[in-house]
């Protein structure tokens, strides 16, 4: 069983609490350096997942129409491939920071931190150890699957954040005999947020919880607490009002696109098929923690020890899952690394309490030099991306860049010579977070403004309502320009160029087109051409162009380009 009474621990043991505050306080730092690390990046379109625009669009509509239960594109089609959840929290950022790239991504910073701190929790819960529990959440932060959804306005990260938080809920239900009620509403209130943000998944986890209790004969008992009728009954109303709703508002809808999204359209039956999507779903579990693993066989090979996971009653039940979820979606039609997201943080829970089993002075040694390799190496990176600054940046942006660098990868040194397993693992994290953070700006001032941001500062300046603003090409684009407006209702948009020609009412036409531009030009339109950042990054001119220092001048020449037309 978990431990219950760790306050009784801490009385016995008075160093353990004086450790206790000191790792709470560095996953505290951790989770502030995890938000202000990405907010450069989380709040530009430096990286932008295509299915973003389903759930900004679809925010800024509810907006609009206010209704907040139907999401709608932006050709006003109702879309119930996902239930609601995502365009809430998109919703929620842009009520605070405006209709905004930030505004849309802010809350995906914020359950980012919120699911490190509940990885270090959890892992606590499990180990009684804090290094472990420390060692865990910086290894998660490390993680570039986590790091890339935590910057997406898309339903991965808020589903991990809920599905976390159930299972710590069910594990704690299985494995400890205390706050029965506390603990079924987390594991059945985060199930329902969960089914909320994007369906099935989550009841495959909850069928899993059910099936290990009963059919392990050792846990048979323990079975019965999973029944908490008060956390049960509201769980099922939370998750089950908004298809009941649906059924009776959108029934046709809900049948084809969420029934297709989840099932007929996903699950596939094949060897073939099955053995492509383990091997995806293995990649995206170990790939991002193929150091630790390396060091895992490290440690046990200097001390002498196997990893040993016996102290940790629940490994079989977190194992059986994560393996469960591999399983499943190796039964999808397409397969992606951001489908294993969910039990992303579980696998750094075990890797950390079995890493923290083997580790000792001589494998800290080890890790001290490799974390001390990486701050020589990525010295050596921003030196070269800095120079590349000084061509795109103002000098004093430059120098200011430089100098917060040096500071932090001196800082990362020093702090790594006493430091032990958790501790250095943590300065692998911040030493990731810093150079996103630092190499953020020169990446925008070569990627950025995009194409979006370009067309939507030309098109604003002119104040036109939104029935005389027309978008004419990709939903991608469209949707990028509907987030750099900050208007609810900034323009029309159709796919293609309409059949009928340009309404008469129609005074201001964008598009990413050039055969659209063209035909403009030809039906009385003044088309102005506009140039965004260098999106599609070719080797050959690039190097030209530092070479020759006219790296702005090759972004002008090679970025993406857009129109204006406007009615003479």
Not at 5 to 14: C, K, L
Not at 251 to 273: M, P, W, Y
Not at 415 to 425: H, M
Not at 426 to 446: E, K, M, N, Q, R
Request: with cysteine.
């Amino acid at each position: 069983m978990f431990q219950n009474d760790t306050a009784t621990i801490a009385a016995d043991h008075p160093g353990l609490r004086y450790d206790r505050i000191s790792r709470t306080k560095l996953v505290v730092f951790l989770a502030l350096a995890f938000i202000v690390g990405l907010l450069p990046l989380c709040s530009s379109l430096v990286l932008h997942f295509p299915d973003e625009r389903y759930y900004s669009n679809g925010a800024v509509i509810m907006i609009q129409s206010g209704d907040y239960l139907t999401p709608h594109t932006a050709e006003g089609d109702v879309r119930l491939k996902k239930p609601p959840f995502t365009y809430w929290m998109s919703l929620a950022g842009m009520k605070i920071f405006g209709i905004s790239v930030l505004g849309s991504r802010f809350f995906w910073l914020i359950g980012g931190a919120t699911i490190l701190f509940a990885t270090f929790h959890f892992t606590h819960m499990l180990s009684r150890s804090d290094q472990t529990a420390l060692l865990a959440a910086a290894m998660l932060a490390c993680n570039f699957v986590f790091l890339r959804a935590s910057i997406n306005a898309i339903p991965d990260l808020p589903l991990t954040l809920f599905m976390l938080l159930s299972f710590i809920g069910f594990t704690c239900l299985l494995f400890r005999q205390d706050r029965q009620t506390y603990y079924g509403l987390l594991a059945y209130g985060g199930t329902g947020l969960a089914v909320l943000t994007k369906g099935l998944l989550p009841l495959a986890m909850v069928t899993y919880v059910v099936a290990f209790s009963v059919g392990l004969p050792s846990m048979r008992q323990r079975a019965r607490r999973l029944w908490v009728p008060v956390a049960i009954l509201p769980s099922f109303m939370l998750s089950g009002a908004w298809f009941v709703y649906q059924s009776f508002t959108a029934s046709r809808e809900l049948a084809s696109d969420f029934v297709g999204d989840q099932i007929s359209e996903k699950v596939t039956f094949g060897i073939s098929n099955f053995l492509d999507g383990m091997g995806d779903n293995v990649a995206g579990l170990f790939l991002p923690v193929v150091l630790w693993l390396i060091m895992l066989l490290v440690g046990s090979r200097t001390s002498g020890k196997r990893p040993n996971l016996s102290s940790v009653e629940a490994a079989p039940f977190i194992a059986g899952w994560i393996t469960s979820v591999a399983i499943i979606f190796a039964l999808a039609e397409y397969t992606s690394h951001r489908y294993v997201m969910p039990v992303v943080p579980l696998v750094c829970v075990l890797l950390a309490c079995a890493l923290q089993s083997v580790m000792d002075q001589r494998s800290d040694n080890l890790l001290r030099v490799v974390l001390r390799l990486c701050i020589i190496l990525t010295a050596c990176v921003l030196a070269v991306v800095l120079i590349i600054g000084l061509l795109l940046l103002s000098p004093v942006i430059i120098v200011g860049l430089t100098i917060a660098t040096f500071m932090g990868l001196a800082a990362l040194w020093l702090s790594s010579s006493n430091a032990r397993t958790d501790q250095l693992v943590l300065c692998f994290a911040l030493l990731l977070l810093g150079g996103v953070f630092i190499a953020t700006p020169i990446l925008s001032g070569l990627l950025l403004p995009d194409i979006g941001e370009a067309l939507a500062a030309k098109a604003t300046s002119l104040h036109l309502p939104e029935n005389e603003v027309l978008f004419i090409g990709s939903h991608l684009d469209a949707a990028k320009v509907r987030l750099h407006t900050n208007r609810e209702t900034p323009f029309k948009q159709t796919r293609h160029f309409p059949a009928a020609g340009i309404a008469p009412e129609i005074k201001l036409v964008m598009t990413n087109e050039k055969s659209v531009a063209d035909t403009l030009g030809t039906q009385g339109f003044s088309v102005e051409e506009v140039v965004a950042g260098w999106r599609r990054v070719q080797w050959q001119p690039f190097i030209a162009a530092l070479k020759s220092r006219q790296l702005i001048e090759a972004r002008k020449r090679y970025g993406q380009h857009g129109w204006i037309g406007t009615r003479k």
